[in-house]
């Protein structure tokens, strides 16, 4: 029943977050938004802000499970680099408010929290690209990519990782101009940016997974 409880204040927490924003949701929205009392809220979070760094500390590990799982996975680098990439736009595109509020707390200058969230995501990331680079020397064993990259594994790793965050900025800069729109900062231009949003939309994350894999793994193939 605890784990229930603790598990129903993260949801809520999370999703009042992403909607609210941060500063502005109090941990009495939360407990009434849960069915709980203020008190019990107490008994498995110091504040608010331990609670949402749990929540992020948790989506965060989720892929970073999957990272370390595929290095064990016997099959080829092009696979593992497209799965990689798949996870972490699952990741970024179910939890894009949790997300979206971790990027806005951490750019506020002298934020305790921001500077707490940053060492998170810096340290993920470190993570990581330490497994892509055991991904690479794997694949260069298997020949998989050009012998000529063997010196080159650590900034051919963050290569992917560029590529990767250009599209975590893409997927959080939609939402925002999205939302704008819905509550009527664009209205006026709604027409000319109609199509550019329906065409976004209709790229399946499957099929972005695949286009970043490509655009990554077309400059390291052994030719």
Known sequence: MKKDKKSILMKNGGILISHKGYFATRVEDITKESGVAKGTFYIYFKSKEEMFITILNEKLKEYLETSDRLIKKKVNL??????????????ITENIGIFKTSMEISCIEGNATGEKIRNIMIESNKKIIENICLYLYEGLITREINEKYRNSVKELALIYDTIRAQYFLKKLMNISFDK??????????????????????EISIEKEAEFITDMFFGGVQKS
């Open 78 to 91: 092009k696979w593992k680099i497209y799965n990689l990439t798949l996870d972490f736009l699952k990741l």
């Open 180 to 201: 704008q729109v819905k509550e009527g900062s664009y209205t006026s231009l709604n027409s000319k940016f109609d199509g550019i949003n329906i065409a976004i939309n």
